[in-house]
Every structure is written in C-alpha cells, then in structure tokens.
C-alpha cells in the first residue's frame, strides 16, 4: 500500500500565503489598535454568525441551484448559467448595503451619492445578456459543427 504524496506547492503558492496572512494580520491589527471603533467583541459576534449563516443556509442554496441548473439545462448553457449566478450573488451580496442606502446622511451628501439600486439592475441586466450571448454562440458553434460534413478516409 502506497501512501498518497502531497501535492507540491510553488512559488505562487506560497507568495501568495505570506501575502494573505500578511493582509490578514495587518486587519486583524488594525481591529484591536483601532478597539474603540471597531468593537472587537461586536466583530467577532458578527464573523462568527456569518460564517454560520454561510454554512447552513447559503452554501446548500448555491449547490443546490447549481445542482438543479446542472439538472434543467441544456448542456452548453450549464457553465454559463451558473457563473451568471454566481456573479448575480456575489454582485448582489456586495451591493446590497449600498442599493438599500446603508450608512447615508442627509448632512454629509457626498456619501453615497449615486444611484446605486439603477446600477444593481443595470450591472445584473449587463451579466444576464452575456451570458445569453455566450450560450447563442454556443448553439451557433454547435449548429456550425453538425452543419459540416465528416470527411471519412477511405483504406
């Protein structure tokens, strides 16, 4: 019986580990430096209720979604439909606070001063359109590929 090896790790490997755990000290830093502002307690309260939350409820949903596409979809659309999804989530998890107008105050009107729920939308409706060509140049390609006589080679 052999024993698995280990996969080698490289230079990128291991640049980008003291990068991370560089970027992550530096934060973890600045959150105990800066206590009376970032309330450490309240931070940690909060990391460990979204990691949570992550795991029993929003990791099964994107699974499950990526499942059933796989499930539903012809099978060119697949890919591009789950990373449209995918984009769509992340898209919508980070601009949420700004589209809802989180942090907002009448006598500061330089902070969030767009229009950040039309860009939502306008950004959703750009990713949903490339996704929709991606899969038209798909069926085209296919299309292109059964249109084209095999040349079989006679001995």
């Known amino acids: 019986m052999t024993t698995p090896s280990l996969p080698h790790r490289g230079r990128m490997f291991w ?3 003291v990068v991370g755990w560089a970027i992550i000290l530096f934060g973890i830093r600045g959150l105990f430096m800066d206590r009376a502002a970032t309330t ?4 940690a309260k909060w990391f460990i209720g979204l990691a949570i939350v992550h795991d029993a409820f929003l990791a099964p949903a994107v699974f499950t979604v990526a499942w059933l ?3 539903v979809l012809p099978r060119r659309a697949v890919v591009p439909v789950r990373l449209g999804l995918a984009t769509s989530g992340l898209l919508i998890l980070y601009a949420w606070p700004l589209a809802r107008g989180y ?3 009448e006598s500061n009107p330089s902070a969030l001063p767009l229009d950040y729920g039309r860009n939502l939308v306008v950004s959703l409706i750009t990713i949903w359109i490339l996704v929709g060509l991606w899969i038209a140049i798909a069926a085209l390609q296919s299309q292109r590929r059964r249109a084209v006589p095999q040349v079989t080679r006679s001995k």
Do not use: C, T, V
Not at 40 to 43: D, L, N
């Open 15 to 17: 640049g980008g580990m």
């Open 40 to 43: 450490p307690a309240e931070f």
């Open 69 to 71: 596409a796989g499930r």
């Open 103 to 105: 942090g907002r105050r």
